[in-house]
């Protein structure tokens, strides 16, 4: 690109003038060029358009991971309105919470999801058009009565629709998991895509690679770091509809990927696969990591061939990150680029080792602000005394590298001790046979926590409790050890891999749980 666009918009126009029919996005069989990817762009923006889609109108896309789900995205930036992507998992109240508190009046969704669209659809009157996907139903199915296909939308002229776009208009709004409560809207506005931060983010690419990501599209990861990344810099991307282990490697040979990003337990869960000759021969130069922990880093990169590149960043974070490139330890994030604090519930910094929240210094409150939709109170309070509070617990050593401890909601306190659930996951997750595990508090008759673990065992093996509870006792501070433990064959978690633990909390100890005390007592 010649010049310096300032909106996605431009940005898609002149990567499809410069880039022409070179590839940009491959989904299964489906290759998408640059300037065919524009041109349905503007199909679904003319379409939008006619439903009377303009800046300040709130679009939200619930669509699995496909091409189309970038067409409405994109169309939506192109007419300067405001996309509201949706976890395709909601459903009953947490959808219609997103759905009301976006203030969305055009839904677009897929024919697999209208039953939990329907179920939520009464009590949100602002949602005066629902759109369809029905690209891979073979037969035309019968829609609600004012509904329409996306294809009947996208039946419109190819050409850029003529949209003033407001700079300072909202341009999407990034629901938070909402694992502590409702899910809160950060705002992103047309003015705040940087452009240039983006090229240096791909200053860590080459220009031969091939990005790859089989996240969710409604989360930042997949639609910034990938999508928009890839745009940004010409790059071909591949797109695949979800996580899956036993396909993983396949994929990168099959489409030559030669970077992807990982989240959440997948490294773990990829290094427990079989080892298969093929995995050490792909194409894979560089992963970009969140959270992948040291006692697997050094065995990934080696069994796969690959560089594990570390980053900490939040999509309410102010623009903050962190990035291990190799400078610091393994299963540190690194050391932070501006100054920080590591600070205890009364707001005084701890010493070396210690957890404490991570604060970071507010350079320029303007750029740093964190908006959330209809949220003053959470807006104000993120940033307090001239520091941007993360929430998350980071302990730090003496030379000043960072380590990620945990959520200060996920922390448990048990007897007057601390306790972070990821470090006592990372040790469980160590053992042989346990494929991922999740750690929490429950009440204890004593007051505060105990701990509980719940552990999904590696496929066709026999597993005990007693068995975690050596291990557990081998490796963990007394204090750390679970006193309950409970077995199942998978975790809830969010589309992002995030394990839903509100929902493990809830349930509790039951009646197939373990428990370490009746055990010492038997």
């Avoid at 898609?12 to 489906?30: C, T």
């Avoid at 004012?146 to 190819?158: C, H």
Wanted: proline share 6%.
């Amino acid at each position: 690109m010649n010049s310096s666009p300032a909106t996605l918009a431009e940005v898609l126009e002149a990567q499809a003038s410069a880039l022409g029919d070179a590839p940009f996005l491959r989904f299964e069989e489906r290759t998408i060029s640059f300037a065919s990817l524009d041109r349905q762009v503007n199909r679904a923006a003319n379409g939008l358009a006619a439903l009377g889609v303009t800046s300040g109108v709130g679009v939200a896309i619930m669509l699995p991971n496909s091409p189309e789900w970038l067409f409405t995205y994109f169309a939506v930036q192109k007419l300067g309105a405001c996309a509201v992507p949706v976890n395709v998992a909601l459903k009953g109240e947490s959808l219609r919470h997103v759905l009301d508190h976006s203030d969305s009046a055009v839904l677009v969704t897929h024919l697999d999801l209208i039953d939990a669209v329907l179920n939520v659809l009464d009590t949100c009157p602002q949602v005066r058009h629902v759109v369809v996907d029905t690209t891979d139903v073979n037969e035309s199915p019968e829609l609600p009565r004012g509904w329409r296909t996306l294809a009947s939308l996208m039946d419109a002229l190819d050409t850029a629709p003529h949209a003033v776009i407001d700079p300072d208009a909202i341009c999407m709004l990034l629901y938070t998991s909402g694992t502590t409560g409702s899910p809160k809207g950060v705002v992103n506005r047309y003015r705040g895509l940087n452009i240039e931060g983006i090229k240096l983010l791909g200053g860590m690419l080459q220009p031969d690679d091939v990005l790859y990501t089989c996240l969710p599209l409604f989360h930042a990861n997949a639609l910034l770091l990938t999508t928009v990344r890839a745009l940004v810099l010409g790059l071909p991307m591949v797109l695949s509809r979800r996580f899956s282990a036993s396909r993983f490697w396949d994929e990168m040979c099959r489409y030559g990927v030669t970077t992807f990003n990982a989240l959440g337990a997948m490294i773990p869960i990829l290094m427990k696969q079989p080892e298969r000759p093929e995995h050490s021969d792909n194409p894979v130069r560089v992963v970009f990591s969140a959270a992948c922990p040291a006692w697997v880093w050094a065995d990934f990169e080696e069994r796969f061939g690959v560089q594990i590149i570390e980053g900490y960043a939040a999509v309410d974070g102010g623009g903050f990150v962190i990035i291990n490139f190799g400078q610091s330890p393994k299963g540190s994030i690194g050391k932070p680029f501006s100054p920080i604090k590591l600070v205890d519930d009364d707001g005084a910094e701890v010493p070396v080792g210690t957890p404490g929240e991570l604060l970071f210094a507010v350079d320029d409150p303007q750029a740093r602000k964190v908006e959330y939709y209809k949220n003053a109170d959470a807006t104000n309070d993120k940033i307090r005394d001239g520091w941007l509070h993360t929430g998350d617990l980071v302990h730090s050593d003496k030379d000043g590298n960072l380590y990620f401890v945990d959520r200060k909601t996920d922390s448990v306190r048990r007897r007057g001790e601390n306790i972070s659930s990821w470090e006592v996951e990372r040790e469980l997750n160590r053992h042989p046979k346990v494929l991922e595990s999740a750690v929490f508090g429950v009440p204890s008759e004593l007051g505060e926590d105990d701990v509980m673990a719940v552990i999904v065992p590696q496929p066709d093996v026999d597993l005990r409790a007693d068995e975690i509870m050596a291990h557990a006792e081998e490796h963990l501070a007394p204090f750390m050890v679970p006193r309950y433990v409970e077995f199942r064959d998978a975790l809830p978690k969010t589309e992002t891999h995030r394990v839903q633990k509100t929902e493990l909390k809830a349930a509790g100890v039951g009646p197939d749980t373990w428990d370490r005390e009746m055990q010492s007592t038997a």
